[in-house]
């Protein structure tokens, strides 16, 4: 849940990360990076739930879809997991 409030969307459509990079006048990979490198060093023994964050990101209408991007991008063969361990009736 905690990654997905960075891409939470706001009753203007703004996410707190689009808000962070046009407050601070910077490229959006280095606010990312920054996230990431922060993630890292205070929560590294807290890994991300990917399939929970994915599942909510995907089925939110108020997490923008970049979450969905960001995920992906950590584990790229999170969907072949589901869907394979998903059964078929």
Request: charged fraction near 20%; aromatic fraction near 6%; glycine fraction near 4%.
């Amino acid at each position: 849940k905690g990654i997905n409030l960075i891409f939470q969307k706001y009753e203007n459509g703004d996410t707190f990360l689009r808000m962070l990079v046009i407050s601070t006048d910077t490229d959006t990979n280095k606010v990312m990076e920054v996230i990431e490198e922060n993630r890292i060093h205070y929560y590294s023994d807290t890994p991300i739930n990917i399939t929970v964050g994915l599942a909510m990101a995907a089925i939110n209408e108020n997490i923008h879809l970049n979450c969905v991007n960001f995920l992906l991008r950590r584990e790229p063969d999170i969907l072949l997991k589901l869907l394979s361990s998903t059964p078929v009736q």
